[in-house]
């Protein structure tokens, strides 16, 4: 999920060069991203449905319900707009129609598929910390407003970093056929037309846009990390140091959900671990090119020699930047259902609706599968 907030793809010529991809590869990466998109929706709708109609009786129940309505609604729209990345993956040579090199669905994609990955990311650290402060702090009550004000404020807050410096000119949206995606590149003009050095000033702009993203990934995915080993060692605190007959029942209610929030995050991590050992790999690379000696050609062949792998250089971000940050979005719903009874019945109900039948009937419960008991907790 990495994709959207590190850049180091940076293009230093608009020649067009022929691609040496396997053309079946690139249409089973289609057919991977067709399926993420109808699974996303079939799963990501109706968790949202769910937890917009759900009763809760606690202030800290309505503010964790409204922190999965944004997870929900990101991991819905994240499934819904991989159509560009599906249409291009089908197209010969990757040279699809929406993503028609620098047009205005290209630049309006190169925000939107930097905001979108960018807030499920933020939206796991939220859940993650806010559910950790619990486990150290029991009795603490969140303010439900806040569920909603700072992920939002964080999404318009991004995107108009993103628009700005594609106004101000210091970026511009293009699509670069090798990662099947539009993104914003630091705009050292000329093209392949240029031979002289890119200027110094805009270098020194496309390393300060690296270090601020890089800043910006460690404000969610440190957290992330932290926070997930942390609940898990006041979790197993909580269950050695007292024992299962002094428990409460609130106090399991309250494990079930850390537990789940916890699987979230495990799912995060897992999905998102091979994008950001490419990035690591790239960087290596990037931070060695000397702006002041080397001319924009031997900077790109500096790169084509470093990245000489056909896998990285084509297949690794289509693979780990869309279709891994895609299947974290369908994943998550099937979570929702392992681990929340009522869901359970919601789903269940709905299908029986669907089929004409009366009455209230739960389909299978998978919680069983993770060794998990069943409890809900909605707070």
Known sequence: TLLYTIKFEVMFSDMAQELDVNRATDVTIGILLLLCLLLGVLFNLPSLIYFCTMKTKSRNGTYFQRTYQIICTADLLVCLTVFPHIEAAFSLQRDGELFSRESTFCTIWSVLWDVLPEMTVFMVAFI????????????????????????????????????????????????VDNIMNCHGVVDFGGGGNQSTIPSTELWNWDIGIRVLSSIQSGM????ILLSCCLSVFFLYRSKTLVSAAQRKSSDHKQDHATLTVILITVVYIVFNIPILGYYIYYAKWTFTVDPDTMTIGEIGKSRQEYISSTFIRYYAMPVFGIIFVALNSVVNPLVYYARIASFREFIGNAWQRLRGVEGSWKLPNLSGLLHFNTNESKG
């Open 220 to 223: 969610t995915v440190l957290p």
């Open 128 to 175: 993650s910390v806010s559910r950790l402060v619990l486990l150290i702090r029991p009795h603490a009550v969140y303010q439900p407003l806040v569920a909603w004000v700072v992920p939002l404020t964080y999404c318009t807050a991004t995107a108009a970093f993103k628009v700005g410096l594609l106004v101000s000119g210091i970026t511009r949206a293009k699509y």
